[in-house]
Protein backbone atom coordinates (compact mmCIF):
# COMPACT_ATOMS: atom_id res chain seq x y z
CA UNK A 1 0.00 0.00 0.00
CA UNK A 2 1.73 3.23 -1.35
CA UNK A 3 2.07 6.48 0.34
CA UNK A 4 0.44 8.09 -2.65
CA UNK A 5 -2.71 6.33 -2.44
CA UNK A 6 -3.04 6.44 1.08
CA UNK A 7 -2.76 10.18 1.26
CA UNK A 8 -5.29 10.33 -1.48
CA UNK A 9 -7.82 8.20 0.51
CA UNK A 10 -7.41 10.38 3.42
CA UNK A 11 -8.06 13.76 1.24
CA UNK A 12 -11.21 12.23 0.44
CA UNK A 13 -12.32 10.58 3.68
CA UNK A 14 -11.25 14.11 5.54
CA UNK A 15 -14.60 16.20 5.09
CA UNK A 16 -16.89 12.86 6.22
CA UNK A 17 -14.99 11.80 9.54
CA UNK A 18 -17.70 13.79 12.04
CA UNK A 19 -19.95 11.71 10.65
CA UNK A 20 -18.60 8.65 10.23
CA UNK A 21 -17.42 8.59 14.06
CA UNK A 22 -20.66 9.50 15.24
CA UNK A 23 -22.15 6.52 13.21
CA UNK A 24 -19.23 4.39 15.03
CA UNK A 25 -21.16 5.55 18.49
CA UNK A 26 -24.12 4.04 16.95
CA UNK A 27 -22.56 0.71 16.11
CA UNK A 28 -20.44 0.60 19.29
CA UNK A 29 -23.89 0.58 21.33
CA UNK A 30 -25.63 -1.73 19.19
CA UNK A 31 -22.26 -4.45 19.20
CA UNK A 32 -21.86 -4.45 22.62
CA UNK A 33 -22.73 -7.10 24.63
CA UNK A 34 -23.73 -5.03 27.32
CA UNK A 35 -25.57 -1.87 24.91
CA UNK A 36 -23.33 0.89 26.87
CA UNK A 37 -20.63 1.69 25.39
CA UNK A 38 -18.61 4.57 27.17
CA UNK A 39 -16.50 7.64 26.29
CA UNK A 40 -13.74 5.56 27.18
CA UNK A 41 -14.88 2.88 25.02
CA UNK A 42 -15.45 4.73 21.87
CA UNK A 43 -12.06 6.91 22.43
CA UNK A 44 -10.18 3.96 22.09
CA UNK A 45 -12.57 2.66 18.97
CA UNK A 46 -11.88 5.96 17.22
CA UNK A 47 -8.47 5.90 17.20
CA UNK A 48 -7.96 2.38 15.27
CA UNK A 49 -10.48 3.06 12.35
CA UNK A 50 -9.20 3.89 8.46
CA UNK A 51 -10.45 7.47 9.68
CA UNK A 52 -8.17 7.72 12.52
CA UNK A 53 -5.72 7.03 9.61
CA UNK A 54 -7.08 9.56 7.98
CA UNK A 55 -6.71 12.20 10.44
CA UNK A 56 -2.55 10.83 11.13
CA UNK A 57 -2.15 11.09 7.13
CA UNK A 58 -3.35 14.61 6.81
CA UNK A 59 -1.50 15.87 9.55
CA UNK A 60 1.48 14.79 7.60
CA UNK A 61 1.93 11.85 10.24
CA UNK A 62 3.91 8.55 8.96
CA UNK A 63 1.86 5.44 8.59
CA UNK A 64 3.56 3.32 11.32
CA UNK A 65 2.47 6.39 13.86
CA UNK A 66 -1.11 4.98 12.90
CA UNK A 67 -0.29 1.53 13.33
CA UNK A 68 1.52 2.45 16.68
CA UNK A 69 -1.74 3.98 18.32
CA UNK A 70 -3.87 0.78 16.82
CA UNK A 71 -1.47 -1.21 19.16
CA UNK A 72 -1.88 0.96 21.90
CA UNK A 73 -5.82 1.76 21.65
CA UNK A 74 -6.40 -1.98 21.33
CA UNK A 75 -4.68 -3.21 24.39
CA UNK A 76 -6.52 -0.90 25.97
CA UNK A 77 -9.87 -2.12 24.69
CA UNK A 78 -8.67 -5.43 25.64
CA UNK A 79 -8.10 -4.12 29.13
CA UNK A 80 -12.25 -2.48 29.12
CA UNK A 81 -12.89 -5.89 28.69
CA UNK A 82 -14.19 -5.45 25.04
CA UNK A 83 -13.94 -8.56 22.92
CA UNK A 84 -11.93 -8.89 20.29
CA UNK A 85 -14.76 -10.28 17.80
CA UNK A 86 -17.15 -7.37 19.22
CA UNK A 87 -14.09 -5.10 17.69
CA UNK A 88 -14.33 -7.02 14.77
CA UNK A 89 -17.74 -6.21 14.00
CA UNK A 90 -17.59 -2.54 14.93
CA UNK A 91 -15.06 -2.09 12.42
CA UNK A 92 -16.61 -3.97 9.83
CA UNK A 93 -19.83 -2.01 10.42
CA UNK A 94 -17.85 1.22 10.13
CA UNK A 95 -16.30 0.31 6.91
CA UNK A 96 -19.49 -0.52 5.87
CA UNK A 97 -20.64 2.91 6.24
CA UNK A 98 -17.43 4.12 4.85
CA UNK A 99 -17.91 2.16 1.40
CA UNK A 100 -21.60 3.22 1.06
CA UNK A 101 -20.35 6.68 1.25
CA UNK A 102 -17.54 6.18 -1.03
CA UNK A 103 -19.69 4.63 -3.61
CA UNK A 104 -22.81 7.66 -3.27
CA UNK A 105 -20.15 10.33 -3.53
CA UNK A 106 -17.20 8.94 -5.48
CA UNK A 107 -18.77 6.67 -7.90
CA UNK A 108 -15.64 6.94 -10.62
CA UNK A 109 -12.81 6.85 -7.33
CA UNK A 110 -14.72 4.07 -5.64
CA UNK A 111 -13.07 0.66 -7.18
CA UNK A 112 -9.38 2.58 -6.05
CA UNK A 113 -10.37 3.99 -2.62
CA UNK A 114 -12.77 0.85 -1.88
CA UNK A 115 -9.00 -1.04 -2.07
CA UNK A 116 -6.86 1.18 -0.03
CA UNK A 117 -9.96 0.51 2.77
CA UNK A 118 -9.85 -3.12 2.34
CA UNK A 119 -5.63 -2.94 2.66
CA UNK A 120 -6.17 -0.96 5.94
CA UNK A 121 -8.73 -2.82 7.15
CA UNK A 122 -6.90 -6.10 6.83
CA UNK A 123 -3.87 -4.78 8.59
CA UNK A 124 -5.78 -3.00 11.33
CA UNK A 125 -7.18 -6.02 12.12
CA UNK A 126 -3.56 -7.84 12.09
CA UNK A 127 -2.44 -5.28 14.78
CA UNK A 128 -5.26 -5.35 16.86
CA UNK A 129 -5.42 -8.82 17.03
CA UNK A 130 -1.56 -9.13 17.64
CA UNK A 131 -2.27 -6.55 20.55
CA UNK A 132 -4.67 -8.58 22.66
CA UNK A 133 -2.44 -11.94 21.98
CA UNK A 134 0.32 -9.07 23.76
CA UNK A 135 -2.46 -8.63 26.68
CA UNK A 136 -3.15 -11.98 26.96
CA UNK A 137 0.08 -12.62 27.00
CA UNK A 138 1.24 -10.74 29.44
CA UNK A 139 -1.51 -11.93 31.47
CA UNK A 140 -0.15 -15.86 31.21
CA UNK A 141 2.89 -14.75 32.05
CA UNK A 142 2.19 -12.52 35.01
CA UNK A 143 -0.05 -15.96 36.30
CA UNK A 144 2.91 -18.15 35.26
CA UNK A 145 5.81 -15.74 37.00
CA UNK A 146 3.85 -15.83 40.62
CA UNK A 147 3.65 -19.47 40.76
CA UNK A 148 7.15 -20.03 39.93
CA UNK A 149 7.92 -17.77 42.40
CA UNK A 150 5.88 -19.59 44.93
CA UNK A 151 7.11 -22.58 44.22
CA UNK A 152 11.09 -21.07 44.39
CA UNK A 153 10.73 -19.04 47.42
CA UNK A 154 12.30 -20.00 50.73
CA UNK A 155 10.54 -18.45 52.71
CA UNK A 156 7.35 -15.26 53.51
CA UNK A 157 9.93 -12.47 52.92
CA UNK A 158 11.42 -14.09 49.86
CA UNK A 159 8.03 -14.59 48.79
CA UNK A 160 6.92 -10.98 48.61
CA UNK A 161 10.10 -9.88 47.46
CA UNK A 162 9.82 -12.29 44.05
CA UNK A 163 5.63 -10.91 43.33
CA UNK A 164 6.59 -6.99 43.53
CA UNK A 165 8.62 -6.99 40.55
CA UNK A 166 6.43 -9.20 38.54
CA UNK A 167 3.32 -7.63 39.32
CA UNK A 168 4.67 -3.88 39.03
CA UNK A 169 6.63 -5.09 35.46
CA UNK A 170 3.00 -6.40 34.59
CA UNK A 171 0.67 -2.82 35.33
CA UNK A 172 3.58 -0.92 34.02
CA UNK A 173 4.35 0.56 36.96
CA UNK A 174 7.24 2.96 38.08
CA UNK A 175 7.55 1.29 41.69
CA UNK A 176 5.44 -1.42 43.75
CA UNK A 177 5.02 -3.08 47.23
CA UNK A 178 3.46 -5.80 49.13
CA UNK A 179 2.60 -4.58 52.43
CA UNK A 180 1.03 -7.04 54.81
CA UNK A 181 -1.34 -5.76 57.89
CA UNK A 182 -0.99 -7.83 61.10
CA UNK A 183 -4.18 -7.71 62.97
CA UNK A 184 -2.45 -4.79 65.67
CA UNK A 185 -1.25 -2.31 62.87
CA UNK A 186 -0.86 1.02 64.64
CA UNK A 187 -3.56 2.44 62.08
CA UNK A 188 -6.73 4.17 62.59
CA UNK A 189 -10.01 2.84 61.92
CA UNK A 190 -11.01 5.18 59.44
CA UNK A 191 -7.91 4.64 57.95
CA UNK A 192 -8.20 1.19 57.39
CA UNK A 193 -11.95 1.94 56.46
CA UNK A 194 -10.55 3.36 53.51
CA UNK A 195 -7.93 1.57 52.46
CA UNK A 196 -10.22 -2.18 52.32
CA UNK A 197 -11.65 -0.47 48.56
CA UNK A 198 -9.47 -0.09 45.54
CA UNK A 199 -8.09 3.67 44.96
CA UNK A 200 -6.55 6.02 42.24
CA UNK A 201 -4.94 8.31 44.07
CA UNK A 202 -3.72 11.76 42.18
CA UNK A 203 -0.01 13.11 43.30
CA UNK A 204 -0.19 15.73 45.76
CA UNK A 205 -3.88 14.50 46.88
CA UNK A 206 -5.03 14.56 50.89
CA UNK A 207 -5.58 10.90 49.82
CA UNK A 208 -1.57 10.53 49.27
CA UNK A 209 -1.24 10.11 53.03
CA UNK A 210 -2.65 6.64 52.13
CA UNK A 211 0.24 5.02 50.42
CA UNK A 212 2.16 3.76 53.31
CA UNK A 213 5.81 3.72 51.76
CA UNK A 214 6.41 6.86 52.89
CA UNK A 215 9.54 7.05 50.44
CA UNK A 216 7.20 7.09 47.72
CA UNK A 217 5.54 10.13 48.33
CA UNK A 218 6.15 13.06 46.38
CA UNK A 219 7.82 10.93 43.54
CA UNK A 220 5.18 9.39 41.60
CA UNK A 221 2.46 11.38 39.67
CA UNK A 222 -0.17 8.85 40.48
CA UNK A 223 -1.05 5.71 42.78
CA UNK A 224 -2.78 2.69 42.95
CA UNK A 225 -3.91 0.83 46.17
CA UNK A 226 -5.72 -2.78 45.96
CA UNK A 227 -6.47 -4.65 49.26
CA UNK A 228 -6.39 -8.13 49.95
CA UNK A 229 -8.47 -9.94 52.68
CA UNK A 230 -8.07 -13.35 54.12
CA UNK A 231 -12.11 -14.74 56.04
CA UNK A 232 -13.24 -11.56 55.75
CA UNK A 233 -10.00 -9.42 57.17
CA UNK A 234 -7.97 -6.49 55.90
CA UNK A 235 -4.65 -8.73 55.63
CA UNK A 236 -2.59 -6.75 53.17
CA UNK A 237 -2.38 -3.83 50.33
CA UNK A 238 -0.66 -3.72 47.10
CA UNK A 239 0.56 0.21 46.51
CA UNK A 240 1.66 0.83 42.88
CA UNK A 241 3.14 4.36 41.71
CA UNK A 242 3.37 5.76 38.00
CA UNK A 243 5.12 8.46 36.30
CA UNK A 244 2.47 9.83 34.73
CA UNK A 245 -1.82 10.38 35.25
CA UNK A 246 -2.93 6.71 34.92
CA UNK A 247 -6.08 4.97 35.90
CA UNK A 248 -6.68 1.42 35.95
CA UNK A 249 -9.18 -0.53 33.09
CA UNK A 250 -11.42 -2.86 34.43
CA UNK A 251 -9.78 -5.30 32.97
CA UNK A 252 -6.88 -4.59 35.36
CA UNK A 253 -8.67 -4.32 38.20
CA UNK A 254 -10.19 -7.80 37.57
CA UNK A 255 -6.56 -8.97 37.18
CA UNK A 256 -5.26 -6.92 40.51
CA UNK A 257 -8.02 -8.50 42.67
CA UNK A 258 -6.82 -12.07 41.02
CA UNK A 259 -2.88 -11.23 41.51
CA UNK A 260 -4.39 -10.27 44.92
CA UNK A 261 -6.00 -13.40 46.04
CA UNK A 262 -2.71 -15.22 44.46
CA UNK A 263 -0.44 -12.97 46.68
CA UNK A 264 -2.00 -13.65 49.98
CA UNK A 265 -2.58 -17.22 49.44
CA UNK A 266 0.87 -17.58 48.01
CA UNK A 267 1.96 -16.00 51.40
CA UNK A 268 -0.31 -18.29 53.45
CA UNK A 269 0.76 -20.91 51.77
CA UNK A 270 4.95 -20.10 52.70
CA UNK A 271 3.50 -18.92 56.29
CA UNK A 272 2.89 -22.59 56.96
CA UNK A 273 5.61 -23.85 55.33
CA UNK A 274 8.13 -22.00 57.23
CA UNK A 275 5.81 -23.01 60.45
CA UNK A 276 6.00 -26.58 59.33
CA UNK A 277 9.93 -26.23 58.47
CA UNK A 278 10.06 -24.63 62.10
CA UNK A 279 8.31 -27.85 63.58
CA UNK A 280 10.33 -30.42 61.73
CA UNK A 281 13.26 -28.66 62.91
CA UNK A 282 12.22 -28.54 66.24
CA UNK A 283 11.46 -32.44 65.56
CA UNK A 284 14.74 -32.92 64.57
CA UNK A 285 16.04 -31.36 67.72
CA UNK A 286 14.29 -33.75 69.47
CA UNK A 287 15.09 -36.24 68.18
CA UNK A 288 18.94 -35.46 67.94
CA UNK A 289 18.57 -34.55 72.23
CA UNK A 290 16.61 -38.40 72.35
CA UNK A 291 19.65 -39.72 70.50
CA UNK A 292 22.30 -38.22 72.40
CA UNK A 293 20.38 -39.00 75.59
CA UNK A 294 19.87 -42.67 74.70
CA UNK A 295 23.33 -42.85 73.83
CA UNK A 296 24.53 -41.43 77.39
CA UNK A 297 21.90 -43.67 78.95
CA UNK A 298 23.62 -46.73 77.62
CA UNK A 299 26.79 -45.49 78.11
CA UNK A 300 25.53 -45.38 82.12
CA UNK A 301 23.92 -48.60 81.67
CA UNK A 302 26.92 -50.18 80.48
CA UNK A 303 29.41 -48.96 82.92
CA UNK A 304 27.04 -49.98 85.53
CA UNK A 305 27.19 -53.90 84.76
CA UNK A 306 30.78 -53.32 84.14
CA UNK A 307 31.39 -51.45 87.51
CA UNK A 308 28.72 -53.65 89.62
CA UNK A 309 27.45 -56.63 88.19
CA UNK A 310 30.45 -57.68 86.38
CA UNK A 311 32.92 -57.00 88.88
CA UNK A 312 30.99 -59.03 91.48
CA UNK A 313 30.60 -61.67 88.90
CA UNK A 314 34.34 -61.95 88.30
CA UNK A 315 34.61 -61.86 92.35
CA UNK A 316 32.51 -64.74 92.30
CA UNK A 317 34.00 -66.74 89.82
CA UNK A 318 37.26 -66.59 91.20
CA UNK A 319 36.07 -67.44 94.71
CA UNK A 320 34.15 -70.66 93.08
CA UNK A 321 37.91 -71.13 91.67
CA UNK A 322 39.55 -71.42 94.35
CA UNK A 323 36.92 -73.06 96.33
CA UNK A 324 36.82 -75.86 93.35
CA UNK A 325 40.53 -76.49 94.08
CA UNK A 326 40.72 -76.80 98.13
CA UNK A 327 37.41 -79.13 97.81
CA UNK A 328 36.73 -82.92 98.25
CA UNK A 329 36.92 -84.75 95.20
CA UNK A 330 33.09 -84.98 94.98
CA UNK A 331 32.17 -81.15 95.03
CA UNK A 332 34.58 -80.00 92.43
CA UNK A 333 32.66 -81.43 89.79
CA UNK A 334 29.69 -79.35 91.02
CA UNK A 335 31.79 -75.95 91.70
CA UNK A 336 33.25 -76.71 88.19
CA UNK A 337 29.99 -76.21 86.66
CA UNK A 338 28.92 -73.31 88.69
CA UNK A 339 32.43 -71.47 88.12
CA UNK A 340 31.39 -72.38 83.57
CA UNK A 341 28.13 -70.97 84.87
CA UNK A 342 29.58 -68.04 86.32
CA UNK A 343 31.52 -67.28 82.79
CA UNK A 344 29.42 -68.20 80.53
CA UNK A 345 27.46 -64.85 82.21
CA UNK A 346 30.50 -62.98 82.75
CA UNK A 347 30.46 -63.27 78.52
CA UNK A 348 27.36 -62.39 78.21
CA UNK A 349 27.47 -59.30 80.26
CA UNK A 350 30.39 -58.60 78.21
CA UNK A 351 28.37 -58.87 75.06
CA UNK A 352 25.51 -56.79 76.00
CA UNK A 353 27.81 -54.08 77.69
CA UNK A 354 29.54 -54.02 74.18
CA UNK A 355 26.12 -53.80 72.18
CA UNK A 356 25.08 -51.22 74.97
CA UNK A 357 27.85 -48.66 74.18
CA UNK A 358 30.55 -49.33 71.78
CA UNK A 359 34.01 -48.29 73.83
CA UNK A 360 36.32 -49.70 70.94
CA UNK A 361 35.08 -46.50 69.38
CA UNK A 362 36.15 -44.57 72.04
CA UNK A 363 39.35 -46.33 72.82
CA UNK A 364 40.52 -47.68 69.45
CA UNK A 365 38.63 -45.58 66.47
CA UNK A 366 36.14 -46.21 64.22
CA UNK A 367 38.00 -48.79 62.08
CA UNK A 368 39.55 -50.95 64.88
CA UNK A 369 36.13 -50.49 66.54
CA UNK A 370 34.27 -52.13 63.10
CA UNK A 371 37.18 -54.76 62.58
CA UNK A 372 36.25 -55.79 66.17
CA UNK A 373 32.28 -55.98 65.90
CA UNK A 374 33.20 -57.66 62.12
CA UNK A 375 35.32 -60.53 64.25
CA UNK A 376 32.38 -61.46 66.62
CA UNK A 377 30.01 -61.65 63.50
CA UNK A 378 32.55 -64.40 62.18
CA UNK A 379 32.15 -66.09 64.92
CA UNK A 380 27.90 -65.70 65.31
CA UNK A 381 27.52 -66.37 61.66
CA UNK A 382 29.02 -69.00 59.13
CA UNK A 383 29.19 -66.52 56.88
CA UNK A 384 32.40 -64.74 54.16
CA UNK A 385 32.36 -61.85 55.24
CA UNK A 386 34.85 -59.05 53.52
CA UNK A 387 35.92 -56.39 54.78
CA UNK A 388 37.52 -53.16 52.82
CA UNK A 389 38.67 -49.73 55.34
CA UNK A 390 39.82 -46.54 54.30
CA UNK A 391 38.79 -44.36 56.54
CA UNK A 392 38.80 -40.81 57.24
CA UNK A 393 42.38 -40.37 58.82
CA UNK A 394 41.44 -37.92 61.51
CA UNK A 395 39.40 -38.61 64.60
CA UNK A 396 35.77 -37.48 63.79
CA UNK A 397 33.12 -36.65 66.81
CA UNK A 398 31.92 -39.11 68.71
CA UNK A 399 28.49 -38.35 67.62
CA UNK A 400 29.48 -39.46 63.63
CA UNK A 401 31.63 -42.09 64.82
CA UNK A 402 28.99 -43.71 66.83
CA UNK A 403 26.47 -43.20 64.20
CA UNK A 404 28.69 -45.38 61.51
CA UNK A 405 28.68 -47.47 64.32
CA UNK A 406 25.43 -48.28 65.05
CA UNK A 407 24.53 -48.38 61.44
CA UNK A 408 26.80 -51.23 60.44
CA UNK A 409 26.09 -52.97 63.99
CA UNK A 410 22.14 -53.23 62.41
CA UNK A 411 23.46 -53.99 59.37
CA UNK A 412 24.64 -57.12 60.75
CA UNK A 413 22.34 -57.99 63.13
CA UNK A 414 19.94 -57.76 60.04
CA UNK A 415 21.89 -60.09 57.80
CA UNK A 416 22.24 -62.64 60.88
CA UNK A 417 18.71 -63.14 61.26
CA UNK A 418 16.77 -62.62 58.48
CA UNK A 419 19.40 -62.58 55.36
CA UNK A 420 20.18 -66.36 54.98
CA UNK A 421 23.35 -64.82 52.65
CA UNK A 422 26.33 -66.75 52.23
CA UNK A 423 28.52 -63.85 51.78
CA UNK A 424 28.68 -60.51 52.88
CA UNK A 425 30.94 -57.37 51.76
CA UNK A 426 31.61 -54.09 53.44
CA UNK A 427 33.61 -50.95 52.36
CA UNK A 428 34.03 -47.71 53.62
CA UNK A 429 36.00 -45.42 52.47
CA UNK A 430 36.35 -41.62 52.73
CA UNK A 431 37.72 -38.37 51.10
CA UNK A 432 38.39 -35.13 52.47
CA UNK A 433 34.33 -34.01 53.06
CA UNK A 434 32.64 -36.95 52.56
CA UNK A 435 32.22 -41.00 54.01
CA UNK A 436 30.97 -44.02 52.00
CA UNK A 437 29.70 -46.72 53.83
CA UNK A 438 28.49 -49.79 52.08
CA UNK A 439 27.28 -52.74 53.21
CA UNK A 440 25.79 -55.96 50.72
CA UNK A 441 24.65 -59.31 50.89
CA UNK A 442 23.36 -61.95 48.50
CA UNK A 443 21.13 -63.25 50.71
CA UNK A 444 17.02 -63.96 50.63
CA UNK A 445 16.14 -59.72 50.20
CA UNK A 446 13.23 -57.70 51.19
CA UNK A 447 10.37 -55.04 49.19
CA UNK A 448 12.07 -52.21 50.96
CA UNK A 449 8.66 -50.35 51.03
CA UNK A 450 6.43 -52.53 52.67
CA UNK A 451 9.36 -53.50 54.89
CA UNK A 452 10.15 -49.70 56.17
CA UNK A 453 5.98 -49.56 56.25
CA UNK A 454 5.53 -52.34 59.00
CA UNK A 455 5.24 -50.52 62.44
CA UNK A 456 7.73 -52.68 63.93
CA UNK A 457 10.62 -51.99 61.36
CA UNK A 458 12.38 -49.58 63.85
CA UNK A 459 16.15 -50.84 62.88
CA UNK A 460 15.70 -49.99 59.15
CA UNK A 461 13.90 -46.14 60.29
CA UNK A 462 16.19 -45.90 63.09
CA UNK A 463 19.11 -46.11 60.48
CA UNK A 464 17.81 -43.55 58.14
CA UNK A 465 16.60 -41.19 61.37
CA UNK A 466 20.37 -41.43 62.61
CA UNK A 467 22.36 -40.90 59.42
CA UNK A 468 19.90 -38.03 58.20
CA UNK A 469 20.05 -35.70 61.68
CA UNK A 470 23.89 -36.07 60.98
CA UNK A 471 22.94 -34.80 57.17
CA UNK A 472 23.40 -37.63 55.12
CA UNK A 473 21.68 -40.23 53.10
CA UNK A 474 20.85 -43.94 53.90
CA UNK A 475 19.37 -45.61 50.77
CA UNK A 476 18.53 -49.46 51.07
CA UNK A 477 18.20 -51.89 48.12
CA UNK A 478 16.76 -54.94 47.72
CA UNK A 479 14.27 -57.36 46.07
CA UNK A 480 13.37 -60.45 46.63
CA UNK A 481 16.02 -63.42 45.90
CA UNK A 482 18.32 -60.40 44.91
CA UNK A 483 20.56 -59.46 48.28
CA UNK A 484 20.19 -56.47 50.19
CA UNK A 485 22.62 -53.24 49.62
CA UNK A 486 22.32 -50.49 52.14
CA UNK A 487 24.38 -47.16 51.08
CA UNK A 488 25.14 -44.69 53.59
CA UNK A 489 26.91 -41.19 52.23
CA UNK A 490 27.53 -38.98 55.11
CA UNK A 491 29.12 -35.24 54.43
CA UNK A 492 32.10 -34.83 57.69
CA UNK A 493 33.40 -31.70 56.65
CA UNK A 494 31.38 -29.69 59.05
CA UNK A 495 32.47 -32.61 61.97
Given at each position: ?D?????????V????????????????K???????G?A???????????????????????????F?????????????????????????????????L??K??????????????Q??????L?????????R????????????????????????????????????????????????A?????????????????????????????????V????????????????????F???????????E????????E?????????????????????????????????????????????????????F????????????P??????????????????????????????????????????????????????????L???P??????RE?????????Q??????????G?????????????????N?????????????????????????????????????????????????????????
Amino acid sequence: MDRASLERFARVVQPHLRRLDAALGRQLKAVLADGAGDARQLKAMSAITPGAAARLLNAGRPTADFFEQVANNSRRLAKLNIPPMEVVDALRQYDGELDGLLAKRYARQHAALAAVARQLHFQILLAVNHAYYEVREAETQAFYGLLRAEMEATGLEDLLRRFVPILTRTFRAQAGRIIPLAENAPLASRVLKRLAHPLYIAAGSAEEALILDRAMHGVYQSYWSIPFFWEGRLTGLIQFGFPKAYRWLPRELDLLNAFAERCLRGAERARLMQDLASREEQVRSLAAHLLRGEEEERRRISRELHDEAGQSLLFLRLHLEMLEKSAPAGMQAKLSEARGVAERIIGEIRRIIAALHPSAVEELGLAAAIRHLSARFRKLYPMHLRLRLKPYEARLSREIETTIYRVVQECYQNIGKHSGASRVNLLMRSTDTLLELNVEDDGVGFEVERAVAQPESFGLKGMRERVALMGGHLEIRSMPGQGTRIAMRLPISDH
